[in-house]
C-alpha cells in the first residue's frame, strides 16, 4: 500500500487491522507499507482508507535469464594474483578499469550495496572488501507450493550476487580478479533466495517486500551507491502494477535525497520500451540509473533491453555469437568465443576451492557502472548523486549517436576518463 503522503496515517493503520490485514513492514521514510491478508476482498476494503493512492499485489521477481553460462575452479589457488583480471577481464579494462586508473583512484572509503541473491563473503575475492550482509528473506511471503531451498541467510546460493560484487569490487591483490573500484566496501542486501515452484523448478526469486525495505536501508545506512541487477515488468496500464511501481519511484527518490545513487539493470528481454505502458522496474524510476548491455565490440548486446526510460548508460554485459548456444551444464565443455564474449568474475567458495565463471546480461553491466560511480564518489568527496550523474555524461565514451540515444543512453562508462581526465 501507498500513501498520499510520505505519512502514515494513524486511522488508517486501524482500518488496516480492521479489514482482517497484518503490516509486516511499515516504510514511514517513503509512505508504504506491505500488508498480510488472507480475504481475496482485502485491497478493495483498504483503497478508500484515508491518505490511501494505491494497493496492490506483492509482486515476485526472479533472477533474469540468460545469465549463467559456464563455471570453473583453479587447479591451484595460489596462483599469481590477478591472473584471471590478466586473460579475461576485458569488460572491467574496457570501462577504463586499468592500473593508470588505479594509481589516481580506487575507492577507499565508499560502500555499495548489492541488492541481488546474496554475497558469498567467503570467497577470497570477496572477503577482503566485505563490508557486512543483512537477509531480507522471509518464507512467510511465498505463495502455496513454492519452498524456499537454502538456508536464507545472507550467503549467496547461487552465484549471481558474488559474481556482481566481484566485478564492483574485488581488491587488487589476495585474489585472482580485479573490480571496477578495488578498494571500495562491498555491503550485502540478500533480497532474493533459492526457491522452487509447485513444477519443481528452482530459480532466484523475491519480493517487492523483501528488495523495497533494503533499498531504504541501504541509503538510511550510507551506501553511496545501491546497485540492483535485477528488476521486473510494471504495467502502468494495469492498476495491480500502480501500487509497486510507485512504490520504486518513491524508494528510489528517498535514496537519492539521502545520496545514493542506484545503478539498475535494464533487463534482458530485448526489448525497445520507447512505446507502451511497459517499465523494467527500479531501471526505469525517475531517480534510477538504467544501464544497458554490449558485447565486446562495443555492440548492444542482443538480449539488452533499450529504449526510452530505458538505457541511461551502457556497460559490457557480455554477448553471444549468432546461432550458438548457452552452456550451462558444468560437465559441457564450453565453446572457444566464450571468455573473448562473456563477463568472467568470481562465483563461490565451496569449502576446497573458489570458483569463478562466465555469465552474461544487463545484471553484469549494471555494476561497471555502479563501480565508476563508486570512484567518483570517492575521488570528489562530498558529491551527490546530481553531480555524479554530470560526471558520467561528460566521461563516457559516445558510441552510439552523437549525445543522448536510446540504445546506450549517454555512452559506455569510462573510469579512466571519469577520474583522471580525457
Known amino acids: 500500500m501507498v500513501f498520499e503522503g510520505r505519512d502514515i496515517p494513524g486511522v488508517a493503520l486501524e482500518g488496516i487491522q480492521a479489514a482482517g490485514g497484518e503490516v509486516i513492514r511499515a516504510l514511514p521514510q517513503i509512505g508504504v507499507v506491505f500488508v498480510r491478508a488472507q480475504d481475496p476482498e482485502f485491497p478493495a476494503h483498504v483503497a478508500g482508507l484515508t491518505g490511501v493512492e494505491e494497493v496492490g499485489p506483492n509482486k515476485a ?25 590478466v586473460l579475461f577481464q576485458w569488460d572491467i579494462k574496457r570501462v577504463g578499469g586499468i592500473a593508470d586508473t588505479w594509481a589516481v583512484e580506487a575507492g577507499d572509503g565508499v560502500t555499495v550495496a548489492v541488492l541481488d541473491i546474496g554475497v558469498d563473503y567467503l570467497h577470497m575475492d570477496i572477503a577482503p572488501n566485505y563490508a557486512y550482509g543483512r537477509s531480507y528473506i522471509n518464507p512467510a511471503d511465498l505463495p502455496p507450493g513454492y519452498v524456499l531451498v537454502e538456508p536464507g541467510d545472507e550467503r549467496d546460493y547461487h552465484g549471481h550476487g558474488t559474481h556482481v560484487a566481484g566485478a564492483i569490487a574485488a581488491p587488487i591483490t589476495e585474489g585472482l580478479i580485479i573490480g571496477v573500484a578495488p578498494e571500495a566496501r562491498i555491503a550485502n542486501y540478500k533480497v532474493l533466495a533459492l526457491i522452487r515452484d509447485p513444477e519443481g523448478n528452482v530459480d532466484g526469486m523475491g519480493f517487492d517486500s523483501w528488495i523495497i525495505p533494503a533499498i531504504v536501508d541501504a541509503a538510511d545506512a550510507g551506501c553511496q551507491v545501491i546497485n540492483m541487477s535485477l528488476g521486473g515488468d510494471y504495467d502502468l496500464s494495469n492498476p495491480d502494477d500502480l501500487a509497486g511501481f510507485l512504490a520504486y519511484c518513491r524508494a528510489t527518490e528517498y535514496a537519492w535525497q539521502q545520496g545514493a545513487l542506484v545503478v539498475a539493470a535494464a533487463g534482458n528481454e530485448g526489448e525497445d520500451f520507447s512505446q507502451g505502458p511497459i517499465r523494467h522496474t527500479p531501471s526505469a524510476t525517475p531517480h534510477a540509473l538504467s544501464v544497458s548491455a554490449t558485447g ?29 548456444e548457452w552452456y550451462d551444464d558444468p560437465a559441457t565443455p564450453w565453446p572457444d568465443w566464450v571468455a573473448d564474449y562473456l563477463c568472467f568474475s568470481a562465483l563461490f567458495f565451496d569449502g576446497s576451492y573458489h570458483w569463478y565463471g562466465w555469465m552474461a546480461g544487463t545484471s553484469m553491466a549494471a555494476p561497471k557502472v555502479s563501480g565508476v560511480a563508486a570512484l567518483i564518489y570517492a575521488h570528489f568527496p562530498g558529491i551527490d548523486p546530481e ?27 569510462d573510469a579512466y576518463r571519469a577520474i583522471v581526465g580525457p
Not at 297 to 324: K, M, Q, V
Not at 387 to 413: C, H, K, N, T
Open 387 to 413: 553531480g555524479v550523474v554530470r560526471v558520467l555524461e561528460r566521461s563516457s565514451d559516445d558510441i552510439g549517436a552523437p549525445g543522448y540515444d536510446f540504445q546506450y543512453g549517454w555512452g559506455l562508462v
Open 296 to 324: 565486446p565490440f562495443d555492440e548492444l548486446a542482443s538480449y539488452s533491453n533499450y529504449g526510452a526510460f530505458t538505457a541511461d548508460f551502457a556497460a559490457p554485459g557480455g554477448d553471444i555469437l549468432p546461432e550458438s
Open 61 to 85: 521477481h526472479s533472477l533474469p535469464p540468460m545469465e549463467a553460462v559456464e563455471r570453473m575452479k583453479p587447479e591451484q589457488q595460489d596462483i599469481e594474483d590477478n591472473v584471471f583480471y
